[in-house]
Every structure is written in C-alpha cells, then in structure tokens.
C-alpha cells in the first residue's frame, strides 16, 4: 500500500522558468536511464521477491524514493515552464536570436501536457518498460541497478553544468548525491551476496555443463595484445575457480555452415543467382 505525502522529498523550484532546460530535464525524469526507470525497476523487483527479508525492503525502500525523484522532477519541469513565453514563440521565433534561445523547447508541453511533464524522454520518445530488468536473481538485478544509477548520476551530472538556475542547482545536486548513496548501497549488496554465492551468475548451475576449457580465457580479437596486460589475462580467476588464459591469435573451431536451399514457397534467392562461377543460369520457366 502507498500513501500519498503532498510535501515534496526535497525542494523543485526554479529561480526563473526555462522552457528549454525544461526539455533537458524529461530525459533524467523519462529516459532510459530516467527516475521512471528505477523507480519501476526497484519496485518490481521488490514485489517479485519471494520471501521477506532485508534485500526486499531495500529494493522498497528505494523505489518508492525514486517515485518521489519522479514527482520532484515533474513538479520542477513544470515550473519551469510557468510564465515561459510559450505562447508568444512563433512570433518571438522571427528574431533569429530569439528563436535560437527558444529552438529548443518543447512544443508538446504546450500542446500535449499544458505546461507539465510527460512520462518521455527529451526528445518527446514515450518511456518504455523494456529499459527495466526484473529477473528474480537479485544478484544479476543489483548489478544492472549500480550500472542504471551510474548512468542516471552521469546525466545528472552533465545537466548541473548546463544551468545557472540556482533552484534548479540545488535539486540536482540533491539528486547527485541520492545517486551517490544508491550507487554505495547497491555495490554493499553486491559484495554480500557475491561472498553468500559467489560472482557469476547464476551459480547453482552445474560447472560440468560448461565448455569448461574455455571459461577463462580471453581471445584477443583486436590489432595488437594491449588486452593481455589487464588483470582479466593472467593469474587466478575473479572467482577463484580457474586461471586466466590469454590467446592471442585465437582460430576458429568450426567449419564454415552451409544451409540447405529454402523451400521454393519462401521465394528465397534462389541457389543458381548465388552461384559464384559468373556462368550465368537462365531463369527458371514461367510456370
């Protein structure tokens, strides 16, 4: 059960509106790597817990402070846009430098959402469930959520140097550092469960089923062996289940695959055209 707090987390409010950072701003609330993101992701993961327990509450506790980033964001956005002159831009947009200030906001808060956020990214692109992972092994999960949050604090990042807005500042730098614990609290996670079971995933899959001749070695596929001077190419394995093993001109171990021809109801290209002899076939008759 949710509850609904009308305060907001933390303060969301401009010095002055900005259509145009109102803009920037959809892609951390709605973007791949956005506060919609998390949020979802958290929470599903949390309900798709099978049991009860410290990591469920975690993953809880998280999600529901990222639908307040949500709120946050949605609320700053749209005090952004207040007493912006967005109905005046098609005649401010005949000033070549006026037009050049306001070319970049977006037209849809005007039209679509009448001066508020919309669950999209900057560029107006609806978010999308698939941007989330939820597989029920909190292992795997913890790490796509360190990555999800570095991405998320480096956006951030990058949009604190695109405003001097002295609100709009002081609500990311709250966001940096919520990113900052998030990012803490999810490599402590990680550490605890890779000591409980180990570091790859999943681990209670038979070794023996494993190709295991090849389960710690790096090929190097590039121009030079500047890879084999790297941690992954010598000495024990991050698990400590083998021994790291560099090949350099790694060859193939397979022949080349030759497919049958397609059955002539799938209007494939037909074998004779793919012949390589230049000999010419003539076409088959019309039937």
Known sequence: MFFNIKELQYHAKPDCPDPVFARKLQEVLGGQFGEI????????QGWNVRGDGKYKDLLMDTGTEELAHVEMLA?????????????????????PVINAILGGSNPQHAIVTGLGAAPSDSNGYPWNAKYTIASGNLLADFRHNLAAESQGRLQVARLYGMTNDRGVKDMLSWLLARDTMHQNQWIAAIKE????????????????LEKQEVSYVLFNFSRGDESATGRWAHGPSMDGHGVFQYVQHPQPLAAAPKLPPAPPYIYDTPPYALRNDNAGASLPPMV
Do not use: S
Request: aromatic residues 6%; charged residues 25%; without cysteine.
């Open 75 to 95: 609320t700053m956005i749209a005090r952004l846009l207040d007493n912006a002159p967005l109905a005046t831009l098609e005649e401010a947009a005949k000033d």
């Open 37 to 44: 993101t998390v949020a979802m992701q958290y929470l599903f």
């Open 193 to 208: 469960l890779e000591e409980k079971e180990g570091i790859v995933v999943p681990t209670t899959f038979p070794r023996e």
